[in-house]
């Protein structure tokens, strides 16, 4: 089985910085793609940011300016670097895994990590 392990959440002040990490294990494709979605409460999962095992980026027109991902396939790890963050951006995030012709429908998911943007 696939298994994904998130860190890096917490408090933070607005404005403020957070990098997230995401540890893969497990059998994995190396032809992949691994991202960040997030959840607030009361509302429904969202992209974030996606990186593919080409290193092709995309991300979600509120975070694009703001937000990096990257990956380390030599320790199989996604992280996500956030900065200038803002009380919208609080949620719990989650890491996923899919394999590059896949989608979400057939994509593992880590536990999440809570994020909260607060002074």
């Known amino acids: 089985q696939v298994q994904l392990v998130e860190s890096g959440g917490g408090l933070v002040q607005p404005g403020g910085s957070l990098r997230l990490s995401c540890a893969a294990s497990?059998?994995?494709?190396?032809?992949?793609?691994m991202g960040w979605y997030r959840q607030a409460p009361g509302k429904e999962r969202e992209l974030v940011a996606t990186?593919?095992?080409?290193?092709?980026?995309n991300f979600a027109d509120s975070v694009k300016d703001r937000f990096t991902i990257s990956r380390d396939d030599a320790v199989r790890t996604v992280y996500l670097q956030m900065n200038s963050l803002k009380p919208e951006d609080t949620a719990v995030y989650y890491c996923?895994?899919?394999?590059?012709?896949?989608?979400?429908?057939?994509?593992?998911w880590g536990q999440g990590t809570q994020v909260t943007v607060s002074s």
């Open positions: 996923n895994l899919r394999p590059y012709y896949g989608d979400l429908a057939t994509s593992y």
């Open positions: 497990g059998r994995i494709s190396s032809f992949n793609v």
């Open positions: 990186i593919t095992y080409g290193c092709s980026r």
